[in-house]
């Protein structure tokens, strides 16, 4: 299957600082990504949608201005985390859908490995 | 999307099949069944999906019944590393309203 891939797999910092989060798809070419927080023993939640060269759009409740997203190539997609603080400590997954498997009546999407943020 | 419900966790001997099963009574007439799981600390993974038809790969089998209200997804012969939560979901295929959105899911637990 298609591969995302996610930058860093896990990062620290301390509370203040801001933190960016890349997504990338490896082998096709994505409109579309999205992005989830999840926390311990938890399901994953879905925070935006990705689209590219234009605004994303973000779940009810998830603060915009605190996750800025950045959708600049049909490859990549970026989340920082502004000013982070303690409680922004999660695992970040993106995923993003391969067209070509919707093409085929698919509509699979593939995730990334994640990104384990701790903040101090 | 319509909403699923599963147990929240089984138990599964190592070799034995794993039966996940899954309730979504308000599913629309075109809306698939997809089902992910997601081991310990990684991203999801896709597993299967389907429409109303049974379906089969190389992971797993997707068993729809006739009204569709149900599913059961079968882990063949389990092994420790099918250790994981798998989450049932419902949604439109081959739309622009891609979003997937996880439910609780259910936790199984493959035992040696």
Known sequence: ?120 | DAKTTQPPSMDCAEGRAANLPCNHSTISGNEYVYWYRQIHSQGPQYIIHGLKNNETNEMASLIITEDRKSSTLILPHATLRDTAVYYCIVRVAGTSYDKVIFGPGTSLSVIP
């Not at chain 1, 399901?43 to 409740?61: D, I, P």
């Not at chain 1, 959708?71 to 922004?88: F, N």
């Not at chain 1, 093409?103 to 943020?117: S, Y």
Request: aromatic residues 10%; charged residues 20%.
């Open chain 1, 1 to 120: 299957g298609a591969v995302v891939s996610q930058h860093p797999s896990r990062v620290i910092c301390k509370s203040g600082t801001s933190v960016k989060i890349e997504c990338r798809s490896l082998d096709f070419q994505a409109t579309t990504m999205f992005w989830y927080r999840q926390f311990p023993k938890k399901s994953l939640m879905l925070m935006a949608t990705s689209n590219e060269g234009s605004k994303a759009t973000y779940e009810q409740g998830v603060e915009k201005d605190k996750f800025l997203i950045n959708h600049a190539s049909l490859t990549l997609s970026t989340l920082t985390v502004t000013s982070a603080h303690p409680e922004d400590s999660s695992f970040y997954i993106c995923s993003a859908r391969d067209p070509r498997t919707r093409l085929a009546g698919n509509n699979e999407q593939f995730f990334g490995p994640g990104t384990r943020l701790t903040v101090l």
